[in-house]
């Protein structure tokens, strides 16, 4: 079955504590993202990858950090959580049709992670 | 920037109720648009989605035309069901962005019966 997973899909944790969390897909996908989801803001981009060794800045990268060293996984690495990092986060994959504006993307099942 | 903008939920319906999210988007170029949806607990999942203008996207009993002249891609549907209820997002992809989303802020749904 073609499907993005991500794990844990629940994690409370405290201040400063580094924390990875790990999306894989099983779809061949060059293009990788990561949201998160705030309530009335929607979802927005963190980072993404358009292929392996290549990764680069979404909306919002402050205080997160990513790598790419396998095409099928993609992990969000957190390296000292605060609490206005306390949000639900999806990872996504697609094909690399880059000059194509249509692009569909396949989610994982989401993060929900709670910072204290 | 890149931005949509759609109608602010809650929404709340009966069953077999008509159906309109408004969704209306500022992009360069000619993006291409989506609604997705996410049930309770789950990631999002692709509803329906158009590549150009005039295009018509339909699924599962709900569509949404790209209307170019307006800058809108308003879903509906003429009979909601209890099942439908979810948080809908719009959200488009622009000409040569590569595969980038740009979401609106989603719009919850809840069907009575």
């Known amino acids: 079955e073609a499907q993005v997973t991500q794990n844990p899909r629940y994690l409370i944790t405290v201040t400063g504590k580094k924390l990875t969390v790990t999306c894989s897909q099983n779809?061949?996908?060059?293009?990788m993202s990561w949201y998160r989801q705030d309530p009335g803001l929607g979802l927005r981009q963190i980072y993404y990858?358009?292929?392996?060794?290549?990764?680069d800045k979404g909306d919002v990268p402050e205080g997160y950090k990513v790598s790419r060293k396998e095409k099928r996984n993609f992990p969000l690495i957190l390296e000292s959580p605060s609490p206005n990092q306390t949000s639900l986060y999806f990872c996504?994959?697609?094909?690399?049709?880059?000059?194509?504006?249509?692009?569909?993307?396949?989610f994982g099942p989401g993060t929900r992670l709670t910072v204290l | 920037g890149d931005s949509v903008t759609q109608m602010e939920g809650p929404v709340t319906l009966s069953e077999e109720a008509f159906l309109t999210i408004n969704c209306t988007y500022t992009?360069?170029?000619?993006?291409?648009l989506f609604w997705y949806v996410q049930y309770p607990g789950e990631g999002l999942q692709l509803l329906l989605k158009?590549?150009?203008?005039?295009d018509k996207g339909s699924n599962k009993g709900f569509e949404a035309t790209y209307r170019k002249e307006t800058t809108s891609f308003h879903l509906e549907k003429g009979s909601v069901q209890v099942s439908d209820s979810a948080v809908y997002f719009c959200?488009?992809?622009?000409?040569?962005?590569?595969?980038?989303?740009?979401f609106g802020t989603g719009t919850q749904l809840k069907v009575e019966l």
């Open positions: 996504a994959s697609s094909n690399g049709q880059f000059f194509s504006s249509y692009n569909e993307q396949f």
């Open positions: 779809m061949n996908h060059e293009y």
């Open positions: 990858s358009m292929n392996v060794e290549v990764t």
């Open positions: 992009a360069t170029g000619y993006p291409s």
């Open positions: 158009a590549t150009k203008a005039d």
């Open positions: 959200a488009l992809s622009s000409t040569g962005g590569g595969n980038k989303l740009t």
